[in-house]
């Protein structure tokens, strides 16, 4: 029964943290399939990847370090599984997708979380053949709430790096990268150590680390929150020079730059599609601000006119009176719905 249990204790706390980190990225939230393939690469390749490094280090000499408990959680586990969780996001950072610092935290945490729900199987099936329901049910409770977030928040740094270099010019942008892969081994190991000296024996070394994860992802949490607030500053700044060009009506701009208002009907004709203008508007603001930014900037150029084209056709559609919108006066409607 405890090895049965263990499937839907290690499955649903994960797929409940993706969806809240899939939702909390609010004002541009990421495609399902995209953000699903990071989830699937931490559950199947992150630790497959894991599992054949480790014994490949075996096998170059390292048996001995593996062989040391504590060495091997504070020193090797994390060497070995945070690069094989991040490889998917060298992957997925050339998606046109992967905008921005906020971005990487969604997709690293995604990965994060799906390789501690494969690993939280693990342990909680291995715990079940002892038939220590107390032990199981501790064991459980310890790793849903804190070793998935711990591997979650690893990740998310590393993503957070990528996002960050992805749009910026300097040359020494790459240093972001093993920054991140830096703090990402140094959160998961500082949380190994940690447990491991607990069950040594020293349970205030122990006790410890449930304290002082909170505040790491407290931390986390917070610079996350402030990557938002520089997306709504970049919404605002960016869709005003839309206003200004007349794409789109100055009265759009409250609402449009601000996620809880966006959300209330009425301020769009009811035949307008919703969903779509605000996620055309939302993109033309981030391939803006993407333009200024990249060494390559034709892709993000012709992006920019295609967004504008398509704003313009769903005003039209949605019944926008073409005199409250400058760009559209004088413009033929067969333009936008040729016969």
Same mark, same amino acid.
């Given at each position: 029964?405890?090895?049965?249990l263990?499937?839907?204790? =290690?499955?649903?706390?994960?797929?409940?943290?993706?969806?809240?980190?899939?939702?909390?990225?609010?004002?541009?939230?990421?495609?399902?399939?995209?953000?699903?393939?990071?989830?699937?690469?931490g559950?199947?390749?992150?630790?497959?990847?894991?599992?054949?490094?480790?014994?490949?280090?075996?096998?170059?000499?390292?048996?001995?370090?593996?062989?040391?408990?504590?060495?091997?959680?504070?020193?090797?586990?994390?060497?070995?599984?945070?690069?094989?969780? =991040?490889?998917?996001?060298?992957?997925?950072?050339?998606?046109?997708?992967?905008?921005?610092?906020?971005?990487?935290?969604?997709?690293?945490?995604?990965?994060?979380?799906?390789?501690?729900?494969?690993?939280?199987?693990?342990?909680?099936?291995?715990?079940?053949?002892?038939?220590?329901?107390?032990?199981?049910?501790?064991?459980?409770?310890?790793?849903?709430?804190?070793?998935?977030?711990?591997?979650?928040?690893?990740?998310?740094?590393?993503?957070?790096a990528?996002?960050?270099?992805?749009?910026?010019?300097?040359?020494?942008?790459?240093v972001?990268?093993?920054?991140?892969?830096?703090?990402?081994?140094?959160?998961?190991?500082?949380?190994?150590?940690?447990?491991?000296a607990?069950?040594?024996?020293?349970?205030?070394?122990?006790?410890?680390?449930?304290?002082?994860?909170?505040?790491?992802?407290?931390?986390?949490?917070?610079?996350?929150?402030?990557?938002?607030?520089?997306?709504?500053?970049i919404?605002?700044?960016e869709?005003?020079?839309?206003?200004?060009?007349?794409?789109?009506?100055?009265?759009?701009?409250?609402?449009?730059? =601000?996620?809880?208002?966006?959300?209330?009907?009425?301020?769009?004709? =009811?035949?307008?599609?919703?969903?779509?203008?605000?996620?055309?508007a939302?993109?033309?603001?981030?391939?803006?601000?993407?333009?200024?930014?990249?060494?390559?900037?034709?892709?993000?150029?012709?992006?920019?006119?295609?967004?504008?084209?398509q704003?313009?056709?769903?005003?039209?559609?949605?019944?926008?009176?073409?005199?409250?919108?400058?760009?559209?006066?004088?413009?033929?409607?067969?333009?936008?719905?040729?016969?």
């Amino acid at each position: 029964m405890l090895a049965l249990l263990s499937v839907p204790c =290690a499955v649903l706390p994960a797929l409940a943290f993706l969806w809240l980190v899939w939702w909390l990225d609010r004002y541009d939230r990421e495609p399902l399939w995209l953000f699903g393939l990071a989830a699937l690469w931490g559950a199947v390749g992150g630790v497959v990847v894991s599992f054949v490094t480790s014994d490949a280090a075996a096998g170059v000499g390292l048996a001995g370090l593996q062989a040391d408990t504590q060495l091997r959680m504070v020193v090797l586990t994390p060497l070995i599984e945070e690069p094989a969780k =991040a490889l998917v996001l060298l992957l997925i950072v050339t998606n046109r997708h992967f905008d921005n610092t906020t971005d990487g935290f969604v997709y690293g945490a995604a990965a994060g979380l799906g390789f501690g729900m494969t690993e939280n199987l693990l342990y909680f099936s291995h715990a079940a053949q002892g038939g220590n329901l107390l032990a199981w049910a501790a064991l459980v409770g310890l790793r849903s709430l804190y070793s998935a977030l711990m591997h979650a928040s690893a990740t998310s740094v590393i993503g957070a790096a990528l996002g960050w270099m992805k749009f910026r010019r300097e040359p020494w942008r790459f240093v972001a990268l093993p920054v991140g892969l830096f703090l990402a081994i140094g959160i998961h190991g500082l949380w190994n150590g940690l447990l491991a000296a607990g069950a040594a024996g020293n349970m205030a070394l122990g006790l410890l680390d449930l304290v002082l994860f909170p505040l790491e992802f407290g931390i986390l949490f917070g610079v996350f929150q402030l990557c938002l607030v520089d997306e709504k500053r970049i919404l605002e700044r960016e869709l005003q020079e839309e206003v200004d060009l007349g794409v789109i009506p100055p009265e759009h701009l409250a609402f449009l730059g =601000a996620y809880r208002k966006r959300s209330i009907p009425g301020w769009l004709p =009811a035949q307008m599609d919703h969903r779509a203008y605000i996620r055309a508007a939302t993109t033309l603001a981030f391939r803006k601000h993407q333009l200024r930014k990249t060494a390559e900037p034709d892709f993000y150029a012709l992006e920019v006119t295609k967004l504008r084209q398509q704003i313009l056709a769903l005003l039209l559609g949605g019944g926008i009176a073409p005199e409250s919108v400058p760009a559209l006066r004088g413009v033929d409607v067969a333009d936008y719905f040729p016969a």
